[in-house]
């Protein structure tokens, strides 16, 4: 008789990955937005990378729009080229990166369902962490938006892991994820275009200081989300356990 709350506890715990799945609207939301957005950002580059003019490079130069302490006018038209050409190259890849990325995460996500569907245990850890990554760029405008978008995975995943620590961190990586690629291209143009005139040094200490840069977003970016995917996982469990339970065998 007294054995039916533990074998609830057990079923429940069994189901937990059914407790706050994605909804699969969600999923062709996000899905969509993936798929608008990198459309957006491949046209973008190669607009960007046909209206590359190097006469036009050359007057915004001359007309001290563009201007360098270090770098002679003839270097500077140089590095500004190959920087634009690098960015519009990243622009198109992100773009074609996150095009595909929207497919084939409608795609795996339908697989998830049909599986949880069946009964078997599916793991929503990147589903969660996709969709708080989401939310922290939204409200990128807002302070720490990273650790609100930690906070909606980790709550997410609570449901069905302990991992909300590690969910709402790889939630925050993921919304910095973007820029990261496209300064990692803005680096490769720069160090490609000081390399090309000569300044073999200063291209040195413009990779460092954009390296460090790199490693401090993602540092900022990973800590604000495991810092909310663990606030997130504290107010699941505190709804959960405020939550009615059976305790009264029944007849």
Do not use: C
């Not at 990128?140 to 991992?163: D, N, T």
């Amino acid at each position: 008789m007294v054995s039916t709350p533990t074998t609830e506890s057990g079923s429940f715990d069994a189901d937990r990955t059914a407790l706050r799945p994605v909804p699969e609207v969600v999923d062709w939301v996000i899905g969509a937005l993936l798929v608008l957005v990198g459309l957006a950002s491949a046209l973008a580059g190669s607009a960007m990378f046909f209206a590359i003019d190097r006469s036009e490079i050359r007057q915004a130069v001359a007309d001290e729009e563009i201007q360098s302490d270090v770098l002679s006018n003839a270097e500077l038209v140089d590095v500004t080229q190959a920087l634009a050409t690098w960015t519009a190259v990243g622009l198109i890849a992100i773009g074609a990166i996150l095009f595909v990325l929207g497919f084939a995460y409608v795609v795996v996500r339908r697989r998830t369902h049909s599986r949880a569907a069946a009964g078997e245990q599916v793991s929503n850890f990147g589903a969660n962490a996709l969709l708080g990554a989401l939310l922290a760029i939204v409200l990128s405008f807002v302070p720490f938006s990273q650790a609100l978008g930690g906070v909606v995975a980790g709550y997410l995943e609570a449901g069905s892991s302990e991992r909300v620590v590690g969910v709402g961190a790889f939630s925050g990586f993921l919304s910095v994820a973007p820029v990261l690629a496209l300064l990692a291209f803005v680096l490769v143009g720069l160090v490609v275009g000081l390399l090309d005139v000569g300044a073999g040094a200063l291209a040195l200490v413009v990779a460092a200081a954009l390296l460090l840069s790199l490693a401090i977003l993602v540092t900022i970016g990973a800590g604000l989300g495991a810092i909310g995917g663990y606030v997130g996982g504290r107010l699941a469990d505190r709804e959960r356990d405020d939550a009615p339970t059976e305790t009264e065998p029944r007849a």
